[in-house]
């Protein structure tokens, strides 16, 4: 039987459409059979994560080489543990674990990778973070924010809290609420970065709409562009921050107040999951080895000194001793004690992941969607704490360290108090006839002020009542007036006491309304004086 033409079109095009889609089945089957010969970059270059939900995609995953000890032996069996860090005063535990022996003591050889030593270790946030997540990298010292920010790996241990080295500096800049309109540089993806969000955070401004921001490549490309006149504020950390001083900058805020920068071991999740002891065997070592140094200060710090690089540390062996104390004064290490008293409650900690991720989330940084209570693992520190041959018999140059005792204010003046902020939060609601607040105004001073004040020790809150005076007959007196004011910025007082921050803290005082709002019944006039005005400020000892 003859075909008509459309059929025979017909069935060519069927035809076509089969050959195809086999072609497109063989190359798929070819693709993964290509996959599954190389199934370790499969892993690591997928954009999903399965631990935690983080995207990594376009990374490059080689790392370079690790330096290793002077007794490094790769032919005795030990086991290696790979840490990477920064060019940073407590982080250099590691050269002195090294130097001392206190590795291999421990039945392991460290491996350190440090960062910008040279152009082979010029290595990003990025991809520093996919190293640990890949488990190529056994520990990363790192910030808690950035932990918050791309879940890595696990915190382990706390190394310590910023205590004045992370700086803001503007000009012509006296609060963080005078930082609205202006430009802000710093070096992106970095520390600095986060304080800058912390900073807008406490006076509720919008790094999005009511600054400008400047992100840099370096800490460096940062000051420059302030001292060019390009930016009017920057956030970085000793010692470059001093070069802003060229074009007349001035420090603004440092974490001395504000202890939001707390510096960790990021164990990866891999080391955890398939050699725990090692991972044991690497916090007893790094215990030990601070309970060295505080023993032995000039000792430590020469080891430091012998492990080279000495450009790269600035600790130098002529000078160790004074070079080492210079870098550890504006940080307030964590020791064994400190690290014990944490873990065994371990909400501080959360709180200061979960209050990280919304500083970032505010900042249309996008954040990983795990449980923060999953980024803290407790048992190295609490296993190492049961040993007393690593507990010290010494403290750290900066004994400051803020989370883990309560702090002695007696040495504390506020008679020079400085204005730092003005709090946004102003206007709160008391139950009728009550200096009680309602539990919506509790829920604003939870937001507003709790987070700021349980993270900055070095900051006081200035705590002022005022109260409107009403027409009455008889008038109500000045006194009447301001008990009422007064047991308002109480009732403010008392709850944030509740939430755990010390009494000694606050500047409770009391204001009358202006003469030409005294005794009106117009209640718009009176609603201008009820209110409880909230102002960090800073204090000396």
């Known amino acids: ?46 954009n999903v994560n399965s631990n935690n939900g983080s995207t990594v995609s376009n990374v490059d995953l080689d790392s370079p080489d690790p330096i290793w000890g002077p007794n490094y032996d790769a032919a005795d ?52 973070t996919a190293l640990l997540d890949s488990g190529q990298w056994s520990c990363l010292l790192t910030t808690l924010d950035s932990v918050a920010l791309s879940s890595p790996g ?37 520390v600095g970065e986060y304080f800058v969000y912390y900073a807008l955070s406490i006076a509720q401004l919008s790094p999005r709409s009511q600054v400008t921001l400047v992100p840099q490549d370096s800490v460096e490309s940062a000051i420059e562009v302030f001292n060019n006149g390009q930016a009017d504020v920057v956030s970085a950390w000793e010692p470059n921050i001093y070069d802003a001083e060229q074009s007349g900058g001035v420090k603004l805020l440092s974490s001395e107040e504000l202890r939001i920068v707390i510096d960790v071991i990021v164990t990866s999740r891999q080391s955890i999951q398939t050699n725990a002891d090692l991972v044991q065997n690497f916090h007893n070592a790094w215990f030990d080895t ?18 080279g690089n000495n450009d790269w540390s600035f600790v130098y062996p002529e000078t160790a001793t004074d070079d080492f104390t210079a870098w550890l004064e504006s940080v307030a290490q964590a020791d064994l004690g400190d690290n014990a008293f944490v873990m065994r409650d371990t909400r501080p900690i959360i709180s200061r992941l979960e209050i990280a991720r ?32 690593l507990q010290p018999n010494g403290k750290p140059v900066n004994d400051t360290f803020s989370i883990s005792a309560q702090v002695d204010l007696s040495g504390v003046s506020t008679d020079a108090a400085a204005t730092l902020a003005v709090l ?3 206007t709160f609601a008391f139950l009728p006839e009550s200096t009680e607040l309602t539990l919506e105004s509790r829920r604003i001073l939870d937001d507003c002020v709790v987070p700021t004040m349980s993270q900055s020790i070095g900051l006081f809150l200035r705590v ?78």
């Not at 840490?83 to 001392?100: I, K, P, V």
């Not at 310590?160 to 930082?179: C, K, P």
């Not at 301001?482 to 509740?498: F, K, M, T, W």
């Open 154 to 190: 696990v915190i382990t241990a706390i190394v310590d809290e910023s205590a004045g080295a992370d700086q803001l500096w503007g000009r012509d800049i006296d609060t963080i609420n005078d930082l609205q309109g202006k430009r802000i540089a710093f070096a992106s993806d970095s």
């Open 358 to 389: 919304r500083v970032w989330a505010a900042s249309d940084v996008g954040i990983p969607n795990d449980n923060v209570e999953d980024l803290v693992n407790a048992g190295f520190v609490l296993r190492a704490a049961d040993q007393a041959s």
């Open 290 to 307: 601070l309970k060295a140094q505080v023993e032995d200060f000039e000792t430590a710090a020469s080891q430091i000194a012998a492990w």
């Open 1 to 46: 039987m003859k075909l008509d033409r459309t059929r025979i079109i017909f069935i060519a095009i069927i035809g076509l459409a089969a050959l195809v889609i086999c072609g497109v089945a063989a190359y798929s089957i070819i693709g993964n059979l290509t996959d599954n010969d190389q199934p370790d970059v499969a892993d690591v270059s997928d």
């Open 424 to 426: 946004p939060c102003r």
């Open 77 to 128: 069996g030990l086991p290696t543990y790979i840490c990477g860090a920064d060019a940073f005063g407590s982080y250099f535990t590691l050269q002195q674990m090294q130097m001392s022996g206190k590795d291999i003591e421990h039945g392991f050889h460290l491996g350190i990778i440090p960062f910008f030593l040279t152009d082979e270790y010029d290595i990003t946030e990025g991809q520093r």
């Open 464 to 541: 002022r009542g005022s109260s409107a005076w009403p027409a009455n007959d008889p008038p109500y007196t000045e006194d009447e007036i301001l008990e009422v004011a007064e047991g308002r910025a109480q009732s403010v007082v008392d709850y944030l006491v509740s939430q755990g921050i010390d009494p000694a803290r606050f500047i409770v005082e009391a204001v009358l309304p202006p003469d030409e709002r005294r005794g009106t019944d117009d209640p718009n006039l009176q609603a201008q004086d009820r209110y409880v005005e909230l102002t960090l400020v800073t204090a000396g000892r």
